[in-house]
């Protein structure tokens, strides 16, 4: 627990924060812990599907695909075995909540596995979890130790005829990994590189077999959705976008921290409430709402429901949950800079609109930041984002372009104050020759 | 009663910039476009190797599709409707180029591949005329990888052609991808080199100039060379080597105009073999042996040497022996036969014989579906290798059933004495030791029955009695057979189609007074005449006989040249114009690229020596086309349709007939064991094959 | 090539995990833990592991260029990773870096000169809302100031003495 709960939290999945040892299987059982798994042993797969379809529960990784459709495109009388894969690859910059879930629930996330593999007619999955995660990786491996020895996981689980293996499986620091095709490949030990698709992971994922892979905080979600019900789950949050979400705050606001809400929580509520305003009295400037892949927002456009559906129509998108609060004095063009930095350096360079277009972005950003910036600069940064958007093998590419789209349409006098003859004015015609 | 399920439909309407077209079901636009001459450009996209999507110029817009689409990985639909020509296509495709060249070098004045370059010609076509780039670029230097290949990661676009060429199409795996990002870059299997098939694939597939040849950098432009399609004179897989040709010099082969029966393939012979041809100690002059020491001396005064020579062993009833070069064209083959039957009046002649193809063709008879071409190893179903490193010693079959295992899901079978490369996705593979390959063969009749066919490819471990075994094994099996029976070099098939054998005619048909085997002629002490064409028969063999005269027509002083009392310079077939006939029974035309100054062809050779001595009415008139003409009205098997081979194509012979009723002396039956970089005599001489860190190579080391 | 046993148990246990043909999978955790060992990525490791998982050494080559956590050279016994990344960006992150490596005198991916400490500037490290991070090895360290980095180091390097 890093940070003070807040009432106007709804804590579903994060409602064992806090409790002593609330890692240890004797605290999960002690409160309700595999439930939802005992549950769904008397359920077929059908009803199963049909509680997550009711619920609304989209991925909360990043796409916000729904689940109850997700698992079930797994072709179910596909002869080869399935498997569950967990994206515990947390990247995203402005994340840090699965970190939370391994680390103070690991149990939850088991058990939300469990469920998919009996969802499915599966028999063994992997968590995989980013390289730098190594501590988590001991934490996970020791609920896994535990469940185990507890007859939760292995054959004939707790006597309901279920057998289902669980690893956790490390990445070695590659951003690209999180998204569900690359990570599949690095799981196979090979590079992180995205696959064709289709065929989709539901019917072509880990070793070529249906596989359903989702984001930690998804599977995290599923037990408490069997145990209440889809219904109430989905009464959680807005039509649509049911249930509650781990957000993360960041930046420069009072108390940073990750937050449990309904889908649909004001996110002026968020900055001003639950965490306390903005820091030292300043003025709010921007938020980039779900990591940095989504397009970033002016102060006056941060007054809104959060949910999927809202942040689509703010043009923007829910993401991550990890939500980076700017003050008013906060350098943009340093912020698109180390954005691009940041996409260039994870670009797993496989196609040829992300890899040089990062990468070129990247230099002119850079002169714009050191102040040798010339006017024609700005536009063509614009457009070279919009020479990348759409074109590229896998969304990375998007990821990149979108942001940097919304920095200069939003912010694009803090680029203009940037530029050479803003910064170094000409005085002599000498300097001219200089500029170049 | 229940409703009859329809039919598949066999084929699909789409249309594509408003044009109808349709495709079978499951083609790649892409394709499907092409086919209709509608061009969509693409640097990752290489048909017969596995899909990237990486390059992103082939995206097209699909009506009801929101994103745009990648062509080549998009089958067509029924209804589907395409755009490939709109301004935002356009704006893609020229977007997409900027990208590419911000870190590619402007090397194009200095760069190997200017003029053949498909950056060049797509930038040229889709591009856009200035680039708005005014950063540093990218630059990492260049390497050498072997003394074939250089790779330079500046120029690389990353199209992975190079990396599936090495691992799908040539099975060896041998290049990678390495580091991520802008920093990405081909890499080698030994970290700083490459230890492979040095086949050159990766560089001819190359769209720039990324990778580059080290025996062709800087020499010439390609519009300066003359391309000639020739065939390659090294194995008996016959693949057509396009030579550059520049002042008179060959500079480079390829065959990146997917001409002949091997498409793009090559092996490290064909691309870069060719250098023997022009070694500096090609005999370049006549010479005679005077006082034990060989003299160059006229071309008059060595044939009428010659000539004088025969004619008085001729005529005192003395004995010939003629060797044939395995290396020599049917006509020369033929023609020399001919002198020997019909001029010298003795059946005395022989090649190295490296396949017990007689005994097959005896095996088979009657049976005129029972030879298999090298397209029938790519369709079959099954195949079968017996005794033979396929990879090492017939690298074209061993890429068509590669192939016809990655795109058919072939399968393979081997029985080998050690690992061979087919077992990394043979279905079977099994390792038995020579003379014990019939009893593994029981073992994989249950398994081979159930195929639907298969073709048996077989070494000199099987021969005389051996092949009717096989045979009458593989007759038990209930499925069609066919067979190859594998022999060493370009011509050993035509030696033998054109009765370079003491015992058998032209054709197969049996000679009524078997002469001399080469073992014999070279055991009988009572030789006279020792006549050796294109071949080094002395070379672990002492010549028996001390009073033979011994005349050799050879490209260098080799071992029987030491021996010889006359020596004629002869044309490598890169000089020569003719047919060879491959393993497979495929005839095909060369095509003279270069002269050697001094040098005739044997053929000509041959009709100098057979005018000096008055017999060129018996045998005829010695031009390469002329002589054809006999062999294609006269020889079982070649009686080919002329356009096929006029036109560079190859013509499927078929010699099979009748029993072929001789003893085959099965003991005078083996291979040379050739690898990938050694190529007999040939082989000797090539500073390219001797210099690559592999040389020598070894057999069934996988 | 051997490990110590511990190691040598724990790439066991790793490949264990994978059902047989696909021992593939393998590569990258047992890459991890014998760096853990090794303090970097060697030849010998790559040979050894490419054997074990049944694969060619360079396809482990290829994944070893690949991942930012495999290093084939060697790094400090403290490999001290600084995030700079939007969040930490925000709260003071690029000016913690600029303080390790002027303290330290080394720059990126560098190490000191008696191996004890390497410095990184990484990305998103996933301490977000805690900004600024700094990682020694595994281990994390939250709500950074200059201090606090001082007495980090100051801990690293007192250690050895």
């Known amino acids: 627990m890093f940070n003070e709960p807040h009432p106007d939290e709804v804590r579903v999945i994060s409602q064992r924060f806090g409790i002593p040892n609330s890692a240890s299987i004797d605290t999960y059982l002690a409160h309700e812990g595999y439930v939802g798994f005992m549950k769904a042993a008397e359920m077929t797969p059908e009803q199963i599907i049909e509680e997550l379809k009711v619920s609304s529960l989209r991925g909360r990784g990043g796409a916000g695909f729904p689940t109850g459709l997700k698992w079930s495109f797994i072709p179910r009388d596909n002869p080869k075995p399935k498997y569950v894969v967990v994206n515990a690859d947390e990247s995203e910059p402005g994340t840090c909540k699965d970190r939370l879930l391994i680390q103070n629930d690991p149990h939850q996330l088991i058990e939300g596995c469990m469920i998919a593999a009996r969802t499915i007619g599966c028999k063994l999955g992997y968590i995989y979890i980013r390289g730098e995660y190594r501590y988590l990786i001991d934490i996970m491996d020791k609920a896994l130790e535990e469940a185990y020895a507890h007859g939760y996981l292995g054959k004939n689980i707790r006597g309901t005829g279920i057998d289902f293996d669980l690893y956790t499986h490390t990445g070695a620091g590659a951003y690209e990994c999180g998204e569900e095709s690359a990570l599949l490949e690095s799981l196979e030990g090979k590079r992180g590189v995205p696959r064709i698709r289709p065929p989709f992971p539901a019917v ?26 889809g219904q109430a789950y989905a009464d959680l949050g807005t039509p649509k976008n049911g249930g509650t979400r781990m957000l993360c705050v960041s930046g420069h606001v009072n108390k940073p921290g990750v937050y449990e809400v309904p889908l649909g929580f004001s996110m002026q509520k968020m900055i001003y409430d639950v965490c306390g305003g903005i820091r030292g009295g300043k003025k709010l400037k921007a938020v980039i709402p779900g990591g940095s892949s989504s397009p970033v927002l002016r102060a006056d456009e941060c007054d809104f429901p959060m949910d999927y559906d809202n942040y689509a129509r703010m043009k923007t998108m829910a993401g991550s949950g990890g939500m980076m609060v700017m003050d008013e004095d906060t350098d943009i063009v340093k912020v698109a800079l180390r954005t691009m930095r940041f996409y260039a350096h994870e670009s797993c360079g496989w196609c040829i609109p992300c890899r040089e277009g990062t990468t070129w972005l990247r230099k002119i950003l850079t002169r714009m930041d050191e102040g040798t910036g010339r006017r024609a600069d700005i536009d063509l940064i614009y457009e070279l984002a919009k020479n990348m958007l759409g074109r590229t093998f896998c969304p990375l590419g998007d990821a990149a372009a979108m942001p940097t789209i919304g920095f200069v349409e939003k912010f694009r006098d803090e680029f203009e104050a940037r530029l050479r003859e803003n910064v170094m004015p000409v005085t002599s015609p000498d300097q001219l020759i200089a500029i170049g | 009663m229940s409703t009859p399920t329809a039919a598949p439909p066999t084929v699909v309407n789409f249309s594509v910039d408003g044009r109808q077209l349709s495709a079978p079901p499951g083609t790649l636009l892409i394709d499907a476009c092409k086919r209709a001459g509608i061009e969509i450009p693409a640097f990752c996209y290489y048909e017969g190797y596995s899909l990237q999507a990486a390059c992103r110029m082939c995206l097209v817009e699909v009506e009801k599709m929101p994103k745009l689409q990648t062509a080549c990985t998009l089958p067509v639909s029924e209804g589907m409707i395409v755009r490939s020509e709109t301004e935002q296509i356009h704006k893609a495709r020229k977007g997409t180029l900027e990208f590419l060249l911000t870190n590619h070098p402007l090397d194009c004045p200095v760069c190997d591949k200017g003029g053949e370059c498909e950056l060049q010609d797509m930038v040229f076509r889709y591009g856009a005329g200035e680039s708005r780039f005014t950063e540093v670029k990218h630059h990492e230097p260049e390497r050498q990888w072997s ?145 034990g020491k060989l003299e160059a001396v006229s071309w008059s005064k060595a044939l009428g040497f010659v000539a004088e020579k025969f004619k008085s062993v001729s005529a005192s009833g003395g004995t010939f ?198 073992g014999q002629m070279l055991n009988h002490d009572g030789l006279d005449v020792l006549w050796v064409a294109g071949e080094n028969p002395l070379r672990h063999t002492a010549l028996a006989s001390t009073k033979a005269f011994v005349v050799t027509q050879t490209m260098f002083l080799d071992e029987t040249a030491q021996r010889a009392d006359v020596v004629f310079p002869s044309a490598s077939a890169y000089e020569k114009n003719g047919t060879a006939t491959n393993v497979t029974g495929q005839v095909q035309r060369l095509k003279a690229a270069v002269r050697t100054m001094g040098a005739k062809t044997d053929l000509e050779i041959f009709g100098l020596i057979a005018k000096e001595m008055g017999l060129a009415a018996e045998i005829g008139v010695w031009t390469h086309d002329v002589v054809f003409k006999e062999i294609h009205k006269s020889v079982r098997g070649y009686n080919v349709p002329l356009p096929i081979l006029i036109t560079g194509g190859a013509a499927a012979t078929n010699p099979v007939n009748g029993k072929v009723a001789v003893d085959v002396r099965v003991d005078e039956i083996r291979s040379a064991g050739d690898t990938l970089f050694t190529s007999g005599e040939l082989g000797r001489y090539s500073k390219l094959l001797t210099s690559v860190p592999e040389f020598p190579g070894a057999l069934y080391k996988r | ?140 360290h939250h709500h950074m100031t200059f201090e606090k980095l001082d007495q980090l180091l100051d801990s690293i390097q007192k250690k050895v003495q």
Request: net charge negative.
């Open chain 1, 204 to 229: 072509s994922g880990l070793y070529a077999s249906p596989t359903v892979l989702n984001n930690v905080e998804t599977f995290c979600a599923v037990p408490a959705v069997l145990r209440m019900g």
């Open chain 3, 1 to 140: 090539m051997t490990f110590t046993a511990e190691t040598e148990q724990k790439l066991q246990t790793i490949w264990g995990r994978y059902p047989e043909g696909r021992k593939r999978s393998a590569v990258i955790p047992m890459l991890m833990y014998a760096q853990d060992e090794a303090g970097q990525v060697t030849q010998e490791i790559i040979a050894e592991v490419a054997k074990r998982c049944e694969v060619t050494p360079l396809q482990v080559e290829e994944v070893v260029g690949y991942y930012s956590m495999l290093n084939k050279q060697k790094m400090g016994k403290h490999h001290v990773q600084v995030c700079t990344n939007i969040a930490c960006l925000l709260m003071g992150g690029e000016e913690l870096w600029q303080h390790a490596v002027k303290r330290l005198g080394i720059g990126h991916k560098q190490v000191t000169a008696d191996g004890l400490i390497s410095l990184e500037e990484v990305e998103c490290a996933g301490a977000c809302s805690w900004a600024p991070c700094v990682v020694d090895g595994f281990e994390y």
């Open chain 2, 147 to 291: 003394p074939v290949v250089f790779y330079d990661p500046a120029r690389c676009i990353l199209c992975y052609r190079c990396v599936r060429a090495c691992n799908e199409g040539m099975g060896v795996g041998a290049l990678g991808v390495g580091n991520r990002g802008v920093y990405s870059e081909i890499v080698p299997n030994m970290v700083d080199h490459l230890e492979c098939d040095e086949c050159g694939a990766c560089i001819d597939i190359c769209p720039v100039g990324a990778l580059t040849s080290n025996t062709y950098r800087y020499k010439t432009r390609p519009w300066e060379m003359q391309h000639v399609g020739t065939i390659c004179t090294h194995c008996s897989n016959g693949c057509k080597t396009t030579l550059g040709v520049r002042n008179d010099e060959i500079v480079r082969g390829n065959n990146r105009d997917r001409s002949g029966i091997n498409g793009e393939f090559l092996c490290i012979k064909g691309r870069y073999g060719f250098d023997f041809a022009q070694h500096e100690e090609r005999v370049t002059a006549p010479m005679i042996r005077i006082n």
């Open chain 2, 321 to 518: 022996g003629v060797v044939a070069g395995t290396h020599l064209t049917n006509e020369e083959l033929f023609y020399l036969q001919k002198f020997t039957r019909a001029g010298l009046k003795s059946s005395n002649i022989d090649h190295i014989r490296s396949g017990d193809f007689v005994t097959l063709l005896d095996a088979v008879s009657g049976n005129l579906e029972s030879l298999a071409t090298t397209d029938d190893l790519y369709q079959t179903k099954a195949a079968l290798v017996i005794g033979s490193d396929l990879s090492q010693q017939h690298p074209l079959l061993a890429f068509q059933l590669r192939a016809d295992v990655r795109h058919h899901n072939a399968s393979i079978y081997t029985v080998t004495p050690g690992p061979v490369r087919e077992a990394n996705y043979s279905k079977t593979s099994v390792i038995s030791p020579v003379g014990q390959e019939l009893e593994a063969l029981a073992g994989l009749s249950e398994q081979l029955k159930g195929e639907k066919e298969v073709v048996i490819l077989f070494g000199d471990s099987i021969k005389g009695q051996k092949v009717r075994d096989l045979v009458a094994w593989a007759s038990e099996l209930g499925i069609p057979v066919k067979y190859v029976c594998l022999v060493d070099y370009s011509n050993s098939r035509g030696a033998m189609d054109m009765g370079a054998m003491p015992d058998l005619l032209a054709g197969y048909a049996v000679d009524p007074h078997p002469g001399l085997s080469l």
